[in-house]
């Protein structure tokens, strides 16, 4: 009884206990803080503004430094945004002892040098935006102990070596962009546990081998950009089934090859679809013309056959088609005249025959059209072309016959 009821008085006192922060077990408070942004003004060797130098003064209250915010009952540094400033330095391993840190924003910089382990000690961090700085070396896999991050914003810098599998553990991730490093090796399937992403970019690195087809769970994505990698393999017929919320895909400027997934018409929001510069072979699926948010279109560039789906005419929001350089096929469907939307259409080198649908001719947005190396024939153009837009007309490399038309003097002169 009694060695119970003390243990109660032990486990009283305990609690309230965990709230307070503990770096490395030492007890921190605002004056960490101060030594840990102090550290950081000392490891800045340009300061272009001298905002930093005059600002920060050991004189004054961390609280009232310029890029500080202190908040909650500890009154603490809650949040440090530097960004923007034309800095130049390095990240100090005193960052790690900002325990209270929910925002560390140093974008747009010239920071330099790699990120430090300590990092990891910031488990209230949030948001974690280091793009467009000079920063490389290795993505510590210990940033996975930031369980909260939800933003992970470590784009336009030099990072090398592998994305690290633990990255998967970070379950509230919603924004993850790691575009534009040298990032090498596969894409790991862990990432398919980051169940509340919405944006995944990992555009313009160096990635290899195939999508894991985990990546095609995350129902909660709105956008991802896995172009300009070297990422190859196929997308299995189901890869789109789970993808309903998806705004924008791009995976342009790979290696992927096989055939278009006819799931992709699940993808009921797609905005903007860029596949361009892969190796794609096969039909275009007609189910692609369920994908009526379609405002931009880009096919160009592999291997497709086959006639092009009447069905796209019912993309009738659609601004860019692009499907040149292909092995397409048989006639361009009249249907394509419904997209009264149109403001680029580039239908060259493929093996298209016939006529140009005389809709076609009728689109009013139309400001460049090209219809260049096929095995198109009829009069070159209808005499009442009605393509006020127009900037860019290229017809060259067919079969055509006839005149060119006088077009009206508001008609630029273009390449033909
Ligand atoms: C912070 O804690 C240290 C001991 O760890 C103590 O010496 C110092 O007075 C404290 N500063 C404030 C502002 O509470
Ligand atoms: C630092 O800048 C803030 C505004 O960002 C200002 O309120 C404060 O007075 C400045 N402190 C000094 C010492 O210049
Ligand atoms: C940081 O400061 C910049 C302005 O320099 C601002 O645009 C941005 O929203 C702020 N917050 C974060 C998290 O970057
Ligand atoms: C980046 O920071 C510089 C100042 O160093 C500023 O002039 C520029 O507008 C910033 N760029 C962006 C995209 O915010
Ligand atoms: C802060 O961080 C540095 C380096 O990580 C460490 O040596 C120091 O003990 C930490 N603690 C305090 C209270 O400054
Ligand atoms: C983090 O991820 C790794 C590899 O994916 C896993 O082995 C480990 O159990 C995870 N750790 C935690 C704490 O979730
Ligand atoms: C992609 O990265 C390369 C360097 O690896 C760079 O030269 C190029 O400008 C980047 N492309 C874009 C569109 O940012
Ligand atoms: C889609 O979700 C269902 C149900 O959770 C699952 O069985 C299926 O494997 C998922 N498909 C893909 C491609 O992830
Ligand atoms: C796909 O995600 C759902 C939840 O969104 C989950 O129940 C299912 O197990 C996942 N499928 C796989 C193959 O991981
Ligand atoms: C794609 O990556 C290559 C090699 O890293 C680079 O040279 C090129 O500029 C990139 N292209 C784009 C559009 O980013
Ligand atoms: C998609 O389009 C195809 C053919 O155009 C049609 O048969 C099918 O019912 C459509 N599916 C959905 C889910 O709208
Ligand atoms: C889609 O296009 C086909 C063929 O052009 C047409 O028969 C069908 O009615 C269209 N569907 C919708 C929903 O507009």
């Not at 017929?237 to 699940?266: A, Q, R, V, Y």
């Not at 088609?321 to 009264?340: R, T, W, Y």
């Not at 067919?398 to 273009?414: E, I, M, Q, V």
């Amino acid at each position: 009884m009694e060695r119970n009821l003390s243990l109660c008085f032990v486990l009283v006192f305990l609690v309230p206990f965990s709230t307070l922060s503990f770096v490395n077990a030492e007890v921190t408070n605002i004056s960490t803080d101060k030594q840990a942004l102090l550290a950081l003004k000392a490891s800045i060797s340009d300061d272009p503004s001298n905002i930093l130098a005059n600002n920060w003064s050991t004189t004054t209250s961390v609280c009232s430094w310029t890029g500080i915010t202190c908040a909650g009952r500890h009154h603490r540094v809650t949040a440090l945004n530097i960004s923007n400033m034309g800095l130049t330095g390095t990240l100090p391993p005193q960052l790690g002892n900002l325990s209270f840190l929910a925002t560390l924003a140093i974008w747009n910089n010239s920071f330099y040098g790699s990120l430090p382990e300590e990092l990891a000690h910031l488990r209230r961090l949030k948001h974690l935006r280091f793009n467009y700085n000079r920063l490389s070396g290795k993505l510590p896999s210990t940033l996975s102990k930031c369980k909260k991050l939800q933003v992970l914003s470590l784009s336009f810098n030099y990072f090398t070596g592998v994305i690290p599998k633990e990255i998967g553990n970070l379950t509230q991730l919603k924004w993850m962009y790691l575009g534009n490093n040298k990032l090498q090796g596969g894409i790991p399937k862990e990432l398919g546990n980051l169940a509340e992403l919405e944006t995944l970019s990992l555009k313009n690195n160096s990635l290899m081998g195939a999508i894991p087809s985990l990546i095609f769970n995350l129902s909660s994505l709105i956008f991802m950009d896995l172009s300009n990698n070297s990422l190859t393999d196929g997308l299995p017929e189901s890869s789109f089934d789970n993808l309903s919320n998806l705004e924008s895909l791009h995976l342009h400027d790979n290696m992927l090859h096989g055939k278009l997934p006819s799931t992709l018409s699940k993808c009921k929001k797609l905005q903007v679809l860029f596949l361009s510069f892969n190796y794609f072979t096969g039909v275009i699926p007609k189910e692609i013309g369920n994908l009526t948010q379609l405002k931009r279109m880009y096919l160009d560039n592999n291997k497709l056959q086959g006639a092009i789906p009447k069905e796209i005419g019912n993309l009738t929001r659609l601004e860019q088609l692009d499907l040149m350089h292909n092995k397409l096929q048989g006639e361009i469907p009249c249907e394509i005249g419904n997209l009264h939307n149109l403001q680029s259409l580039d239908l060259s080198l493929n093996n298209l025959v016939g006529l140009v649908p005389t809709t076609v001719f009728n689109i009013s947005t139309m400001a460049q059209l090209g219809v260049a190396g096929n095995k198109l024939r009829g009069m070159i153009l209808p005499s009442n072309i009605e393509l006020p837009n127009l900037e860019f007309l290229y017809l060259g490399l067919n079969d055509f016959s006839g005149h060119f038309p006088t077009l009206s003097p508001t008609y630029p002169s273009s390449p033909i």
